[in-house]
């Protein structure tokens, strides 16, 4: 089980490292398309790297109304808290 600020801990560490994306900009109210920058790849991309952490497979229906970094966190914990 994980916590919301252990997610959010380690979706910014793979946003940082693996997409590039600026420590100063990855906060929890960062729009994904707008503020990081990430398209629908990158995303799915996102998603396949977040599974192999949490070892829970995500449905695309789990991620259809994220649009910012506080909904990643939010719809990981949900899933993680529901396989639990």
């Known amino acids: 089980m994980y916590t919301k600020e252990e997610i959010f801990k380690q979706v910014s560490e793979i946003l940082i490292k693996d997409f590039d994306c600026k ?6 109210d960062a729009r994904l398309g707008e503020d990081l920058d990430l398209d629908s790849i990158d995303a799915v991309d996102l998603v396949v790297r977040l599974q192999k ?4 497979r995500v449905k695309p229906e789990d991620f259809k109304q994220i649009s910012t970094l506080q909904d990643v966190v939010d719809a990981i914990e ?3 808290n529901t396989a639990a």
């Not at 420590?23 to 929890?28: L, R």
């Not at 952490?53 to 829970?56: A, G, L, N, P, Y």
Request: charged share 30%.
């Open 53 to 56: 952490i949490i070892k829970v």
């Open 23 to 28: 420590p100063e900009i990855v906060k929890p």
């Open 78 to 80: 949900k899933i993680v």
